[in-house]
């Protein structure tokens, strides 16, 4: 599974962003999806994560309520829709899949996309 992340940029506190992830190869349906952010000298988190068939979500405790993870398997793209995001949310976002999740852990994720950019504005 190949994961090509986009939609990042400048954002306003308070405003909206939605990030895409975009699967390409076979069975991107069996897949749970993550979402993870990292900025410099941290490491990375766990954002926001979805079921492979997407009747399940999850997300960081800094995040509930705020964005929202959703999927569409007949696009093979994953999204999240970030909702009054907060200087603190800048960072890089990364989606990743994994075949048998048992914890939304970094190390143990499949596959990962390359990032994209989030900076919000104050």
């Known amino acids: 599974v190949q994961l090509q992340a986009s939609g990042g940029g400048l954002v306003q506190a308070g405003g909206s962003l939605r990030l895409s992830c975009a699967a390409s190869?076979?069975?991107?349906?069996?897949?749970?999806m993550g979402w993870f952010r990292q900025t410099p000298g941290k490491e990375r988190e766990f954002v926001a994560g979805i079921s492979w068939r997407g009747d399940g979500t999850y997300y960081a405790d800094s995040v509930k309520g705020r964005f929202t993870v959703s999927r569409d398997n007949a696009k093979n793209t994953v999204y999240l829709q970030m909702n009054s995001p907060k200087p603190e949310d800048a960072a890089v976002y990364y989606c990743?899949?994994?075949?048998?999740?048992?914890?939304?852990?970094?190390?143990?994720?499949?596959?990962w996309g390359q990032g994209t950019l989030v900076t919000v504005s104050s």
């Open positions: 190869g076979r069975a991107f349906s069996r897949y749970a």
């Open positions: 990743a899949a994994d075949l048998r999740i048992t914890t939304w852990n970094v190390a143990e994720m499949d596959y």
